[in-house]
């Protein structure tokens, strides 16, 4: 499968505790993007990334939320001091510019559960 | 405002039926618009761009930016098309994506 992966696709943790999320993106692809989804809703962004520079940050992005890309490949999302409200699904993308516009292809998400 | 609105949570439609499902935006510029779909148990990928103009499973959308809305159509409905449908905008070239809420197609025979 060359599409985008993301690991682990279930995480229950309790609540305090730091949880870390990895995503491995096309592998030609320069930007990786960070979503949460939580249900009824849409994917909201949370940051993203070209090559390994960090672009932009979502205010939805609390001080807890760490992401980072040092190479330019994988990415991982860190959640310190995890909170319930934290639950959701966390999807990651990636893209490259095609045809005039960057389509943007998305893993399977990781699913978190605080307790 | 940046925003998406999609009014509609649920639509249920027989299957040979057309298919309208409604896509609002706000923005101030000129933004990228997207389609994408998510199927039972499987990702979000993308079905169309504005900026391709191409027709993918026999599902169109056109841009009216005078209405700032970008509907998705589909002239006959089939049951395969069952799935959940994300209109999504960008600001410019590869920035986030902004969603709507979703709406659930559901197509029965």
Redesign the interface.
């Known amino acids: 499968d060359t599409?985008v992966s993301q690991n682990p696709r279930h995480k229950i943790t309790k609540r305090g505790q730091n949880v870390t999320f990895r995503c491995d993106p096309i592998s030609e692809h320069n930007?990786l993007?960070w979503?949460r989804q939580t249900l009824?809703?849409?994917?909201?962004?949370l940051t993203?990334f070209?090559n390994e520079a960090q672009l932009?940050k979502?205010r939805l992005l609390s001080d807890r939320f760490s992401a980072e890309r040092p190479k330019g490949s994988f990415s991982t999302l860190e959640i310190q001091r995890t909170e319930q409200g934290d639950s959701a699904m966390y999807?990651c993308a990636s893209?490259y510019?095609r045809?005039?516009?960057?389509?943007?292809?998305?893993?399977?998400?990781t699913r978190l559960t605080v307790t | 405002a940046q925003r998406?609105t999609q009014p509609e949570k649920l639509l249920s439609v027989f299957k040979g039926a057309p298919v309208e499902l409604k896509c609002n935006y706000s923005y101030s510029g000129s933004p990228?618009l997207f389609w994408?779909v998510q199927y039972s148990r499987q990702?979000?990928?993308?079905l169309l761009?504005h900026?391709?103009r191409e027709s993918i499973k026999g599902f169109t959308a056109d841009l009216n930016k005078g209405e700032t809305s970008f509907h998705l159509k589909k002239p006959f409905a089939q049951e395969e098309d069952s799935a959940m449908y994300?209109c999504?905008l960008?600001g410019h070239?590869?920035?986030?994506?902004?969603?709507?809420?979703?709406t659930t197609l559901s197509v029965s025979s």
Do not use: M
Not at chain 1, 40 to 45: K, L, M, S, V, Y
Not at chain 2, 43 to 46: A, C, Y
């Open positions: 599409g930007r993007y979503y009824g809703q849409g994917p909201e962004f993203y070209q932009e979502s999807l893209s510019l045809g005039g516009s960057y389509e943007q292809y998305f893993g399977p998400g | 998406v990228e994408y990702r979000l990928q993308l761009r900026i391709s994300y999504a960008s070239q590869g920035t986030a994506l902004i969603f709507g809420k979703g």
